[in-house]
């Protein structure tokens, strides 16, 4: 299977910028896994798809400020850091522009001396190990210095960090959203939830290899970063139920499905764990716990892309999305969603 079935064309103008003012006022597809009928709606609307007896599976993950930029100590240069992975004490892995001035032994200066940071290694792809030094708190400090970790097609900064936050985020680790869940309203759970739906949360760090592009032409040869992920037992026991009751389990974006297809054991049922996963998901993959998604539109030849593909037959999702950039529908990040049922 090649990359290059994975591609569709985009007009730049429907990339979103910015996100709404109301989270559930976002346009809502549905599409139908096994006929590709397509239909519009709104966010709220989703309420409508789901049943009692439903678990919606949510990623209580909360992004971190991970992008620092700072000065290179005795050239003034300007670096630009962002935190991808705590590995031990206060070294992290971290991706660097330049890299060409980020050699091992660089020191980098951020707000004024709050927080400097050293370069010990180079490592995968080029990605750099830093270990910082600082008085205080470092949580504290990132909160203060550092910026969200924007995709490359946003082209300015967030006024309001929390917008880049889903409303049940929880858990501090992930260097980027899990966005599908960023619709989504504490009234809207709250209505899902007296419609007799069960919400089990679940938490996967998102790492940029979840966006990273797919450079090879078979997508097999591609490598996926292994991100953390954890399922206490209530959430599992949610999930069970679901599936044992005939109910369906339905996870809100990409991550979700990943965490729970990566804890699944072969007869589709889940105990609590946490551990790293790699796991790649694209047409022939057989799911064993997701029955239904809610996701953003993902870009082309993307790993996400393929995962949805994996789920509602590649032909079904390509013509949903010509249809979407026909409809004006808004992409990616901060754009509109979709629900595959």
């Not at 490598?223 to 005939?246: L, P, V």
Request: glycine fraction near 8%.
């Amino acid at each position: 299977m090649k990359r290059q079935d994975f591609y569709y064309e985009l007009p730049e103008e429907l990339i979103a910028q910015d996100p709404l003012e109301d989270r559930s006022s976002s346009r809502l597809l549905v599409l139908d896994k096994q006929s590709g009928a397509v239909s519009h709606h709104v966010f709220k609307d989703m309420v409508e798809y789901l049943h009692e007896g439903d678990c919606l599976v949510i990623n209580d993950t909360k992004v971190i400020p991970a992008r620092l930029i700072g000065e290179k100590v005795g050239t003034g240069a300007k670096i630009e850091i962002l935190l991808l992975k705590r590995t031990e004490n206060n070294i992290w892995e971290t991706l660097v522009k330049p890299g060409k001035k980020a050699k091992p032994g660089t020191k980098i200066n951020f707000g004024d001396g709050l927080l400097i940071g050293e370069v010990l290694d180079i490592v995968e792809e080029g990605n750099r190990l830093v270990q910082f030094a600082f008085e205080g708190i470092f949580e504290e400090i990132l909160d203060r210095l550092g910026q969200m970790p924007l995709p490359p097609y946003i082209s300015h900064q967030l006024e309001d960090k929390n917008r880049y936050q889903t409303v049940y985020a929880k858990h501090t680790g992930s260097a980027a959203a899990p966005t599908a869940g960023l619709h989504f309203t504490p009234e809207l759970l709250d209505e899902i939830q007296k419609k007799g739906v069960d919400i089990a949360r679940v938490t996967l760090h998102v790492g940029l290899g979840t966006f990273r592009p797919v450079k090879v032409d078979e997508i097999t040869d591609h490598h996926m970063h292994s991100e953390f992920f954890q399922i206490e037992e209530e959430s599992a026991e949610k999930i069970n139920r679901a599936k044992d009751s005939g109910n369906r389990v339905i996870c809100v974006g990409t991550t979700s499905c990943r965490t729970v297809e990566s804890a699944a054991d072969e007869n589709g049922r889940l105990k609590p764990r946490s551990g790293w996963t790699e796991i790649f998901i694209y047409p022939g993959y057989q799911f064993k716990v997701l029955d239904c998604l809610i996701t953003n539109f993902h870009l082309p030849e993307s790993t996400l892309v393929m995962l949805v593909s994996a789920l509602a037959g590649r032909e079904h999702v390509l013509n949903a999305y010509k249809e979407a950039v026909e409809e004006k529908y808004r992409f990616f990040s901060f754009g509109d969603a979709m629900f595959i049922q």
